[in-house]
């Protein structure tokens, strides 16, 4: 069972470093933090978890001001890094096309990627999940096909940071219909919280959780990674 923790634009270096004096999780579950680039080295430096960056672009170096290639991650002993977040999507204007070359570029240059994909609340009340997730989906599997390295997290964009989870039931079948394309591990995310993880993570199609406010506290996060080993 794998638990991603995505920070966000919160925690610089020195909340970074607290943070990891008090995060205890227990045995048995696989964590992956996802700091912003500022508070990657300060991640690292503790030495005791897989360490994402929340981006990555598909060029090695040149003339992107804003971006960072994997060989800079690679070199900060940085493992992976997530594509695709809604956030990328919805404010930054990031289309399938540049997560997928991102996805690819990232599994060529030897880095894990989160590949994440869902539907906005529009599109569910339109009927149009499906034709979404395939629309998304097959966008990565064609560039990076069933990499092993690669996990996708299905986050209903609707869920996000919304305090509106989806149910166990709709988020097993988004899972099955995004596994049916591609059979890679598939997350779960949207508003992820210590209460709702065990129930969530008892879906057998689900692999993990990709958790973002709820992963801002060492505790709180820590009970989530119990909620996933139980
Ligand atoms: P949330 O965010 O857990 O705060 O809903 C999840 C995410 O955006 O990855």
Same mark, same amino acid.
């Given at each position: ?8 634009? /919160? ?7 607290? /943070? ?10 696989? &964590? ?29 170096? #040149? ?28 404010? /930054? ?5 540049? &997560? ?9 240059? #030897? ?13 569910? @009340? ?10 998304? &989906? ?56 210590? @209460? ?35």
């Amino acid at each position: 069972m794998l638990i991603a923790a995505n920070w966000k634009m /919160f925690k610089g270096p020195a909340e970074t470093r607290a /943070f990891l004096e008090g995060f205890d999780p227990p045995a048995g579950v696989d &964590v992956i933090l996802c700091p912003p680039y500022a508070s990657l080295a300060a991640a690292v430096e503790s030495g005791r978890h897989t360490i994402y960056a929340q981006n990555v672009h598909w060029e090695p170096s #040149g003339a992107y001001t804003g971006e960072i290639s994997a060989e800079m991650l690679h070199e900060l002993g940085v493992t992976g890094a997530l594509v695709g977040h809604s956030e990328r999507r919805q404010l /930054f204007g990031e289309n399938d096309e540049m &997560v997928a070359r991102r996805a690819r570029a990232a599994l060529e240059a #030897g880095l894990g990627v989160i590949a994440c994909v869902g539907e906005t609340l529009e599109q569910r @009340e339109s009927g149009d999940t499906e034709l979404v997730l395939k629309i998304q &989906v097959e966008a990565i599997a064609f560039a990076a096909g069933d990499h092993p390295n690669l996990a996708l997290a299905y986050e209903p964009v609707w869920a996000i940071g919304t305090g509106r989870t989806a149910t166990p039931e709709l988020a097993r079948e988004a899972h099955a219909f995004v596994k049916g394309i591609l059979d890679r591990p598939v997350l779960y995310g949207g508003s992820v919280k210590p @209460e709702n993880a065990a129930e969530l993570l008892a879906q057998p199609e689900i692999d993990g959780a990709l958790v973002g406010g709820a992963s801002l506290d060492p505790d709180s996060l820590a009970q989530i990674c119990r909620a996933a080993t139980s």
